[in-house]
């Protein structure tokens, strides 16, 4: 069983920044691949940005070149660096990690970036 924890959510204007952290209760190496998600009211849960057991990494296109996605081996966490925010980028964030063929999700977060 694996429990992921996010935080660092909140209420930003435009073009501010905000950093999500997702603690797993394993070593993050034993989970295949976390990614982050969104989800928007109306919209369906979409991949933002995705960090592999090897450390590769991948991005919508929609956050390519704000968004960056990192790892603390030794604190078992996740980051999301949100840079240059936009509004369309408000929704719930969750992480999601991959362990063999078992998925785990957080709680998620809210971000909320006000025009």
């Known amino acids: 069983q694996v429990q992921l924890v996010e935080s660092g959510g909140g209420l930003v204007q435009a073009g501010g920044s905000l950093r999500l952290s997702c603690v797993a209760s394993?070593?993050?190496?034993?989970?295949?691949?976390i990614g982050w998600y969104r989800q928007a009211p109306g919209k369906q849960r979409e991949l933002v940005a995705i960090i592999f057991s090897g450390g590769s990494t991948g991005y919508a296109d929609s956050v390519k070149g704000r968004f960056t996605i990192s790892r603390e081996l030794a604190a078992s966490t996740v980051t999301l660096q949100m840079n240059s925010l936009k509004p369309e980028d408000t929704a719930v964030y969750y992480c999601?990690?991959?362990?063999?063929?078992?998925?785990?999700w957080g709680q998620g977060t809210q971000v909320t970036v006000s025009s």
């Open positions: 394993v070593s993050i190496l034993s989970i295949n691949n």
């Open positions: 999601r990690g991959l362990r063999g063929s078992s998925m785990y």
